[in-house]
């Protein structure tokens, strides 16, 4: 489980994020939604350290971290290893096939053999029915067979906690489809999942848990179900704005 407390993350002209508490089960999906600006990224990718709060505490599993103190590289290294990431906009290695793509971080930086390293990617692209893809390039490929690639890269390095930032808002809705598939899968296999989102109905059917952020501060946290029937009028507004 990942636990943040009062986590902040405050710009001289804005409190991005206002001294939250909130946490994400391991096992389980949870999705991050809100309103535009509202604080989702910036809590996401401080999970990660990607981005660096001002303050609050850090706990994932057994590793604690004081943030209101400076960080040492080598635990910013260590909370960097439990989690994969993967971004808007596809982010694979334009030079290497989509087999290099998956091999390359388990070999250079989990210093997994060539052997192991290729098994297992060749397990994630058989998983997900993209065998045929593995001697292309990312130009050869769709943007959610890149997108999906990148998922599997991510996957490859088997990391505790899988992080995504509206993995699909860059596709179109039919390859936003078979995005969404795969992580429907992974969702039920009890991957550990974060994933900020738009789109309600694939929060619905797929996370476990909601967490609600607006105006840089917690709106709910908790259940889907309850999110989705809640009778909170601010939220009954966001959900009626998402919807046409
Ligand atoms: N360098 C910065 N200086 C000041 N404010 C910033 C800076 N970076 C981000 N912000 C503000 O922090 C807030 C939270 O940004 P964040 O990217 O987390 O929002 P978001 O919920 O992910 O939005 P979106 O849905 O549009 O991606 C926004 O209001 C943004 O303008
Ligand atoms: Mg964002």
Known sequence: MIKVEKLSKKYPDKVALDDIS???????TTAIVGPSGSGKSTLLHSLNLLERPTGGQLTIDGLSLDLNHSL???????????????????????????LKNLTEGPIKVKKVSKEE???????????FKMEEL????????????????AILRALAMEP??????????????????????VL??????????IIVTHNMAFAEQVADKIVFIDNGAVG????????????????????????F
């Open 22 to 28: 909130v946490t994400f089960p391991a096992e389980e």
């Open 72 to 98: 040492a590289k080598s635990e910013v290294l260590e909370v960097r290893k439990q989690f994969g990431m993967v971004f808007q906009e596809k982010a694979l290695f334009t030079h290497l096939t989509v």
């Open 117 to 127: 390293a290729l098994n297992r990617a060749h397990r994630l692209l058989a998983q």
């Open 134 to 149: 593995a001697d292309r390039y990312p130009y050869q490929l769709s943007g959610g067979q890149q997108q999906r690639v």
């Open 160 to 181: 505790k906690y899988l992080l995504l930032d509206e993995p699909t808002s860059a596709l179109d809705p039919e390859l936003e489809a078979q995005v969404l598939r």
């Open 184 to 193: 429907k899968e992974l969702a039920q296999k009890d991957t550990s999942m």
């Open 220 to 243: 709910y946290d908790g259940p889907t179900d309850g999110f989705f029937h809640s009778t909170d009028s601010r939220i009954k507004q966001f959900l009626g704005a998402m919807s």
